[in-house]
């Protein structure tokens, strides 16, 4: 089975500041997939960042970018230049590569509040 | 294009009553994903189909049930509602699976009194 864990419930930080969000998770397969989704709030989810676990390079977007230490299943998010906008619930995510008997499905941590304070 | 859309977006129903939560998907995507999510908790797998088969099934009872349409557009069914089936259900549709490309709907929030 897949675990996800966001082990910070709520973060801040001052806007145009810098902030980590942590995420480890616990699988044996050897090819999977990574997300950071946003939810702001009473607003729809939406894809932040996504890593593949065969991909060595960290990825990033513009003012994210992801650390993804594989052997530690850890993947951590770095917001840069904190934005007003960036308020939201930021959910780590894991999906398997390829089909499963089980769907292709994700499996999400219970997120971590992120505010930004003026 | 049109995003994944849901309906009803609120809805209020009492313990032992039935609901149906709807969803279409983007337009070419053939695969319907439901997710519920629990105030406060990340999103939880119900069930994913595609081409109108169930290809998935998260570990939820027998009580919630789903189908895909021919346009591939997707209900949710929920019986004997509980108080703890009140959450947020999320749909994400997907191209042909397996697919790492979901996107969600924004959702129907299910307040069961």
């Known amino acids: 089975a897949q675990t996800v864990t966001q082990s910070q419930p709520e973060m801040s930080v001052q806007e145009a500041e810098t902030v980590t969000l942590s995420c480890t998770y616990d699988t044996s397969e050897s090819n999977y997939y990574l997300f950071w989704y946003k939810q702001p709030p009473s607003r729809q989810m939406i894809l932040v960042i996504r890593q593949e676990a065969y991909k060595q390079q960290n990825a990033t977007e513009n003012r994210f970018s992801v650390n993804f230490q594989k052997a530690a299943k850890s993947f951590s998010l770095k917001i840069s230049d904190s934005q007003l906008g960036d308020t939201a619930m930021y959910f780590c995510?894991?999906?398997?590569?390829?089909?499963?008997?089980?769907?292709?499905?994700?499996?999400f941590g219970t997120g971590t509040s992120l505010t930004v304070i003026p | 294009d049109a995003g994944v859309t849901q309906s009803p977006t609120h809805l209020i129903k009492t313990r032992g009553q039935q609901v149906t939560l709807r969803c279409s998907p983007i337009?070419?995507?053939?695969?319907v994903s439901w997710y519920q999510q629990v105030l406060g908790q990340g999103p939880q797998f119900i069930f994913q189909y595609y081409e109108k088969e169930e290809r998935g099934r998260g570990n939820f009872p027998d009580r919630f049930s789903a189908r895909q349409f021919p346009n591939y557009s997707s209900e949710l069914n929920v019986n004997a509602l509980l108080l703890g089936d009140s959450a947020l259900y999320l749909c994400?549709?997907?191209?042909?699976?397996?697919?790492?490309?979901?996107?969600f709907g924004p959702g129907t929030r299910l307040t069961v009194t």
């Open positions: 995510a894991f999906m398997k590569h390829g089909f499963s008997n089980t769907g292709n499905q994700f499996y």
């Open positions: 994400a549709s997907s191209p042909i699976p397996p697919s790492y490309e979901q996107y």
């Open positions: 337009s070419g995507h053939k695969s």
